[in-house]
């Protein structure tokens, strides 16, 4: 499984931004695809997950509400929509591939994509 991300950029606080991961390979359809993210100094940590097959979807406490994750199988995409964001979002956002939707929450995906930056103005 290949993952590129994109979509990473500027945004004030409150503003809203959306990311890209284009997967290929064979088995990805088989897969969860989600995102963790890494702000400088901390650790790396889940954000949200989608299965490909079925369409169910995890986040964690701290963005439920506020960011959607969804895919386009026509174009092998999975999107995360951020809306509201905060300053202490800003992050290196990664999008990753897990057999399960519980070891993606576990931290522990089975492939890794590269990341894309996420600044977030106050």
């Known amino acids: 499984v290949q993952l590129q991300a994109s979509g990473g950029g500027l945004v004030q606080a409150g503003g809203s931004l959306r990311l890209s991961c284009a997967a290929s390979?064979?088995?990805?359809?088989?897969?969860?695809v989600g995102w963790f993210r890494q702000a400088p100094g901390k650790e790396r940590e889940f954000a949200a997950a989608?299965?490909?097959?079925?369409?169910?979807?995890l986040y964690a406490d701290s963005v439920k509400g506020r960011f959607t994750i969804s895919r386009d199988n026509a174009k092998n995409t999975v999107y995360l929509q951020m809306n509201s964001l905060k300053p202490e979002e800003s992050a290196v956002y990664y999008c990753a591939a897990a057999v399960t939707l519980a070891t993606m929450r576990a931290g522990r995906p089975d492939h890794w994509g590269q990341g894309t930056l996420v600044t977030v103005s106050s």
């Open positions: 989608i299965t490909w097959r079925s369409g169910t979807t």
């Open positions: 390979g064979r088995t990805f359809s088989s897969y969860a």
